[in-house]
């Protein structure tokens, strides 16, 4: 069983910044993909940004340029640096691990940016 729990959301102003962590417990991450998705109020859950574990990275088109995905396998957590944050960022953003074992989601972190 793997636990996710995302940390570091927040209220910014629009062109601010912030990064998000989402820690991993119970298998070592290293050979899942791992992502980030949001869901806006009255929006469905749509893919932001994925690493898998060759390292190949993608991003939803809304967030190139501005959005980076990591992750450090010593310390079993991925992150998503966010930077020139748009009111159209504003979400609940969860983590996301796929693997062998199957798919697991955190509980989620609030973004809201504001004009």
């Known amino acids: 069983q793997v636990q996710l729990v995302e940390s570091g959301g927040g209220s910014v102003q629009a062109g601010g910044s912030l990064r998000l962590s989402c820690a991993a417990s119970g298998r070592t991450l290293s050979r899942y993909a791992m992502g980030w998705f949001r869901q806006a109020p009255g929006k469905d859950r749509e893919f932001v940004a994925r690493i898998l574990s060759d390292g190949t990275i993608y991003y939803v088109d809304s967030v190139k340029g501005r959005f980076t995905i990591s992750r450090d396998n010593a310390k079993n957590t991925v992150y998503l640096q966010m930077n020139s944050l748009k009111p159209e960022d504003t979400a609940v953003y969860y983590c996301?691990?796929?693997?062998?074992?199957?798919?697991?989601w955190g509980q989620g972190t609030q973004v809201t940016v504001s004009s």
């Open positions: 996301n691990g796929v693997g062998a074992s199957g798919g697991y």
